[in-house]
C-alpha cells in the first residue's frame, strides 16, 4: 500500500512540480524586441499570482535591467530574482495529496540582443527615432538555487536548469505593432527528485504573437497569443504521458506614471489544453528607470 501511495503521489505532485517549474517557458512576454536609450537602468518590482484547480502559486520578483550597445544595436539584460509561495492538491483514486512550498525561486538571468533595426542611441538622439522593422535573439537561463527539499513533495525551487534560446521580430505600423516570437527551452535533469528518483523533461517549443498599439502619451496595451508544445516529462525512464500543446491568451497594459515611473498589468489564461493549462496568470509591476539625459 505504502508504495502504491508513494507512486500515485509522484504521478499526480509531479503534474503540478512541473506546472509550476515550466511557467518561464510558458509566459507571455510583449516587446521582447524593442528599441530602449543605450545606458538606462531599470529596477522593477512584480507582483505574480498563478492559480489553477490544482494549485497556487504567488510570487514577489525584483529585476534589474541595463540596456547595452552590442556591436552598435541596443541589447538588455536582465536579472530576476523571485521570491514565492506555492501550495498544490490533488485528488486521485479517492486519496487526498497536498503540498505546501515557499523560498526563493531560480532566479532567471536574460540576454535580448536586437540584431537589425534597433540602433543604440543615446537618450538625446532616441527623440528621432522611428521604429521600422527590428529583428533579434535572447537567451534566457535559470539558476538553480531555489528552495528545494528532495523529501517534499512539493518544491518552489526545480534543482535544475533551463536555457532558453528564443528569435523574433516586430514590425511597426504607425502607432501598431506586430511582434512574432519563437523559442526552445531545454531542460538538465533533476537527479534527486522526491527521494532520489530523477526527472527528465523534453524541449519545450513555444511561439508568441502580439499585437500592441502605443498612444501618444507613451501608454501602450497588447494582445497576445503563446502556444507551446512538448516537454514529455519522465521519471526514472518512465513516461508520465504529458506530452504539452496548449494555447494561451491574454492582454498587457503600461502606463506611464511620469519620466521614471512606469506601471505594467498583465493577464492570461489557457484557452485549450492537452495537459494542464487550466491555470491564470495575473501580473503587476512597477518599474523605475534612471541613466544618463533622464
Given at each position: 500500500?505504502?508504495?502504491?501511495?508513494?507512486?500515485?503521489?509522484?504521478?499526480?505532485?509531479?503534474?503540478?512540480?512541473?506546472?509550476?517549474?515550466?511557467?518561464?517557458a510558458?509566459?507571455?512576454?510583449?516587446?521582447?524586441?524593442?528599441?530602449s536609450?543605450?545606458?538606462?537602468?531599470?529596477?522593477?518590482l512584480?507582483?505574480?499570482?498563478?492559480?489553477?484547480?490544482?494549485?497556487?502559486?504567488?510570487?514577489?520578483?525584483?529585476?534589474?535591467?541595463?540596456?547595452?550597445?552590442?556591436?552598435?544595436?541596443?541589447?538588455?539584460?536582465?536579472?530576476?530574482?523571485?521570491?514565492?509561495?506555492?501550495?498544490?492538491?490533488?485528488?486521485?483514486?479517492?486519496?487526498?495529496?497536498?503540498?505546501?512550498?515557499?523560498?526563493?525561486?531560480?532566479?532567471?538571468?536574460?540576454?535580448?540582443?536586437?540584431?537589425?533595426?534597433?540602433?543604440?542611441?543615446?537618450?538625446?538622439?532616441?527623440?528621432?527615432?522611428?521604429?521600422?522593422?527590428?529583428?533579434?535573439?535572447?537567451?534566457?537561463?535559470?539558476?538553480?538555487?531555489g528552495?528545494?527539499?528532495?523529501?517534499?513533495?512539493?518544491?518552489?525551487?526545480?534543482?535544475?536548469?533551463?536555457?532558453?534560446?528564443?528569435?523574433?521580430?516586430?514590425?511597426?505600423?504607425?502607432?501598431?505593432?506586430?511582434?512574432?516570437?519563437?523559442?526552445?527551452?531545454?531542460?538538465?535533469?533533476?537527479?534527486?527528485?522526491?527521494?532520489?528518483?530523477?526527472?527528465?523533461?523534453?524541449?519545450?517549443?513555444?511561439?508568441?504573437?502580439?499585437?500592441?498599439y502605443?498612444?501618444?502619451?507613451?501608454?501602450?496595451?497588447?494582445?497576445?497569443?503563446?502556444?507551446?508544445?512538448?516537454?514529455?516529462?519522465?521519471?526514472d525512464?518512465?513516461?508520465?504521458?504529458?506530452?504539452?500543446?496548449?494555447?494561451?491568451?491574454?492582454?498587457?497594459?503600461?502606463?506611464?506614471?511620469?519620466?521614471?515611473?512606469?506601471?505594467?498589468?498583465?493577464a492570461?489564461?489557457?484557452?485549450?489544453?492537452?495537459?494542464?493549462?487550466?491555470?491564470?496568470?495575473?501580473?503587476?509591476?512597477?518599474?523605475?528607470?534612471?541613466?544618463?539625459g533622464?
Amino acid at each position: 500500500m505504502k508504495r502504491f501511495l508513494r507512486a500515485l503521489k509522484i504521478g499526480s505532485l509531479s503534474l503540478i512540480f512541473i506546472l509550476s517549474s515550466n511557467l518561464g517557458a510558458q509566459e507571455i512576454d510583449p516587446r521582447a524586441y524593442n528599441n530602449s536609450p543605450v545606458n538606462i537602468n531599470f529596477l522593477g518590482l512584480a507582483y505574480t499570482q498563478v492559480s489553477s484547480p490544482n494549485y497556487q502559486l504567488s510570487s514577489e520578483i525584483v529585476a534589474l535591467t541595463r540596456i547595452l550597445d552590442i556591436n552598435g544595436q541596443s541589447a538588455k539584460l536582465t536579472l530576476a530574482l523571485p521570491y514565492g509561495q506555492l501550495y498544490g492538491s490533488y485528488n486521485a483514486r479517492g486519496h487526498s495529496i497536498s503540498g505546501v512550498s515557499d523560498g526563493l525561486i531560480d532566479p532567471l538571468l536574460t540576454l535580448s540582443v536586437n540584431l537589425y533595426g534597433a540602433p543604440a542611441l543615446s537618450i538625446a538622439d532616441f527623440k528621432n527615432y522611428q521604429q521600422d522593422l527590428i529583428i533579434g535573439a535572447s537567451i534566457a537561463t535559470s539558476i538553480p538555487w531555489g528552495s528545494y527539499d528532495s523529501s517534499k513533495l512539493l518544491n518552489i525551487g526545480a534543482n535544475r536548469w533551463y536555457v532558453k534560446p528564443g528569435v523574433g521580430a516586430s514590425q511597426a505600423f504607425g502607432p501598431w505593432q506586430i511582434e512574432l516570437t519563437g523559442s526552445i527551452t531545454y531542460f538538465s535533469e533533476n537527479k534527486n527528485f522526491y527521494g532520489g528518483n530523477t526527472l527528465s523533461q523534453s524541449p519545450i517549443y513555444s511561439s508568441e504573437g502580439h499585437v500592441v498599439y502605443t498612444f501618444k502619451t507613451g501608454a501602450w496595451i497588447a494582445a497576445d497569443a503563446n502556444y507551446y508544445t512538448g516537454g514529455q516529462t519522465t521519471i526514472d525512464g518512465r513516461s508520465n504521458n504529458n506530452y504539452l500543446q496548449n494555447w494561451r491568451i491574454g492582454t498587457t497594459l503600461a502606463l506611464p506614471v511620469n519620466q521614471n515611473n512606469s506601471i505594467r498589468i498583465a493577464a492570461s489564461q489557457g484557452v485549450y489544453a492537452k495537459v494542464g493549462n487550466n491555470f491564470n496568470i495575473i501580473n503587476v509591476l512597477w518599474q523605475y528607470r534612471w541613466g544618463p539625459g533622464i
